[in-house]
């Protein structure tokens, strides 16, 4: 009986380690997918600027190239984010805890 007792207590312990590291892993998540989105909001600004300054063209295309990697990078940030929070309400499913409805926004 004793040795059920431990192995249970270090389930328990084990899941609640996984649960804070996957809420400590959205909380990085999101604020990369932040970043990101800050960073595309900035490189937009900037092209409207060198359209209405009618800088060259080049400047305009370099500018554009880089909004193309800003917007994979949101992307790619959104798609982890978003797998994230699906396996940390699997998890919380899979286990049977609680109201999952804090995890679904």
Same mark, same amino acid.
């Given at each position: %009986?004793? /040795?059920?007792? +431990?192995? +249970?207590? =270090? &389930? !328990?312990?084990?899941? $609640? %380690?996984?649960? %804070? #590291?996957?809420? #400590? @892993? *959205?909380? &990085?998540?999101?604020? @990369?997918?932040?970043?990101?989105?800050? +960073?595309?909001?900035?490189?937009?600004? /900037?092209?409207?600027?060198? /359209?209405?300054?009618? &800088?060259?063209? !080049?400047?305009? *295309? #370099?500018? !554009? /190239?880089? $909004?193309?990697?800003?917007?994979?990078?949101?992307?790619? @940030?959104?798609?982890?984010? #978003?797998?994230? *929070? *699906?396996?940390?309400? +699997?998890?919380?499913?899979?286990? =049977?805890? =609680?109201?999952?409805?804090?995890?679904? !926004?």
């Amino acid at each position: %009986m004793n /040795e059920l007792t +431990n192995t +249970n207590k =270090g &389930l !328990q312990a084990t899941i $609640e %380690m996984v649960e %804070m #590291n996957l809420k #400590n @892993a *959205r909380v &990085l998540a999101e604020t @990369a997918f932040g970043m990101a989105k800050f +960073n595309l909001e900035s490189i937009e600004g /900037e092209l409207r600027t060198a /359209e209405a300054l009618c &800088l060259c063209d !080049q400047t305009k *295309r #370099n500018i !554009q /190239e880089r $909004e193309a990697v800003a917007l994979d990078e949101l992307i790619a @940030a959104r798609s982890t984010m #978003n797998d994230i *929070r *699906r396996t940390h309400i +699997n998890l919380k499913s899979s286990i =049977g805890m =609680g109201d999952f409805s804090a995890l679904a !926004q």
